[in-house]
T-cell receptor, first 111, second 113 residues
Framework: KNQVEQSPQSLIILEGKNCTLQCNYTVSPFSNLRWYKQDTGRGPVSLTIMTFSENTKSNGRYTATLDADTKQSSLHITASQLSDSASYICVVRDSNYQLIWGAGTKLIIKP | DADVTQTPRNRITKTGKRIMLECSQTKGHDRMYWYRQDPGLGLRLIYYSFDVKDINKGEISDGYSVSRQAQAKFSLSLESAIPNQTALYFC????????????FGAGTRLSVL
């Protein structure tokens, strides 16, 4: 069964610190992998999209990496800010164009 | 104004009642989607529509129906609400194409008592 698993479930870090969120997937073959940010009480917002041929993509302080061989992706946040507090969701699109959503990592940034 | 607008934002209803959630968009996208989000789970697709005449069931369509009234409007109905339909519901839109980034509304929090 196609699955997307994220770790950790939740993470608390101090403002200004870096962090890395993990995503492992079993979707095969896959079309692309996305990271979304979901603020509390809001809908998800796209951060990055990577195809199987891309192994890194940046969006400001967010950098996503992809290893299609090991079926792993990570989202690295540099110099965290209070506004980074949110859930981060990994989503994989399969070859039938269906999106498989991870449960997300809840990130809390403390001052 | 938001590009994807959902109404209502919150709704409390009783078991057995009929409920309609509405979604409208100003992005000009042909594709629209309805998802539900439950704590600890990923978003699950209920229905999707690639244009006004094309409506498809998603992963969890039982107990739900939809209507695509126009390119900009896509509504979700619960014909007879039950407590396990208590969830956060999201509408989304996207362009066509391989990357088709989805743009989400702010969500409707539904409680079925």
């Amino acid at each position: 069964k196609n699955q997307v698993e994220q770790s950790p479930q939740s993470l608390i870090i101090l403002e200004g610190k870096n962090c890395t969120l993990q995503c492992n997937y079993t979707v095969s073959p896959f079309s692309n992998l996305r990271w979304y940010k979901q603020d509390t009480g809001r809908g998800p917002v796209s951060l990055t999209i990577m195809t199987f041929s891309e192994n890194t993509k940046s969006n400001g302080r967010y950098t996503a990496t992809l290893d299609a061989d090991t079926k792993q992706s990570s989202l690295h946040i540099t110099a965290s800010q209070l506004s980074d507090s949110a859930s981060y969701i990994c989503v994989v699109r399969d070859s039938n164009y269906q999106l498989i959503w991870g449960a997300g990592t809840k990130l809390i940034i403390k001052p | 104004d938001a590009d994807v607008t959902q109404t209502p934002r919150n709704r409390i209803t009783k078991t057995g009642k009929r409920i309609m959630l509405e979604c409208s968009q100003t992005k000009g996208h042909d594709r629209m989607y309805w998802y539900r989000q439950d704590p600890g789970l990923g978003l699950r697709l209920i229905y999707y529509s690639f244009d006004v005449k094309d409506i498809n069931k998603g992963e969890i369509s039982d107990g739900y129906s939809v209507s695509r009234q126009a390119q900009a409007k896509f509504s979700l109905s619960l014909e007879s609400a039950i407590p396990n339909q208590t969830a956060l519901y999201f509408c989304a839109t996207s362009e066509t194409g391989a990357k088709n980034i989805q743009y989400f509304g702010a969500g409707t929090r539904l409680s079925v008592l």
